[in-house]
């Protein structure tokens, strides 16, 4: 049953969206940034930004967005504010993924300063299995902040398979991030 709400769920959040094949340069002027999709791969653009996928959404996904920074967390209440360094992001966002009631076994395996567009910011990997305990998925995730906004780069995918068939094109498409306006 719990399946099918995180497959409802997905569902939900692509399907106001088609997918279309992908590949080159992607300007999202309205969000400010832009970044190099892979060749092959299809995307959609939803409410939470963009997410891109070359074997479907529940085998690996490749997400970029932005929130404002004075935005609510949904799985915590700590909060992000302006000027937070690198570090104090990086612990509010592991709050939060620790915190999501849908996964379970959630393992830090890394957080380290990263870089994306030239702004310091934080990388974190882990991993988790979903909350009916069959599915472990590995993720990276990069973010920045920069003036009101919380920019992030997001990769997840099948631990035991896609994560190691897809991770160097997600460092490749998080290298290729860039900010249009400072």
Partial sequence: M?????VLILLVLTACAPWVKVGGDYRAEPENYSVTLPEGWMKSNTVTGLLV????VLLQTIRVGRFNVD???????????????????????????????????FKLLESSPATLSG??????VYEFKTK????????????????????????????????????QTFETVSQSFRLLRP
Avoid at 2 to 6: E, Q, R, S, Y
Avoid at 79 to 95: C, F, G, H, T
């Fill in 2 to 6: 719990k399946k099918c709400w995180l």
């Fill in 53 to 56: 996928t070359r074997d479907g």
């Fill in 71 to 105: 935005q609510e967390l949904k799985n915590t209440r700590k909060k992000y504010s302006r000027n937070m360094l690198p570090q104090e992001m990086a612990d509010v966002a592991i709050d939060n993924i620790k915190s999501d009631p849908l996964i379970t076994n």
């Fill in 119 to 124: 702004i310091p910011g934080s990388k974190i």
């Fill in 132 to 167: 009916e305990g069959q599915l472990r998925f590995k993720c990276i995730h990069y973010e920045i902040m920069s003036g009101e906004w919380i920019y992030g780069i997001w990769y997840r995918a099948a631990a035991r398979h896609y994560f190691d068939k897809d991770v």
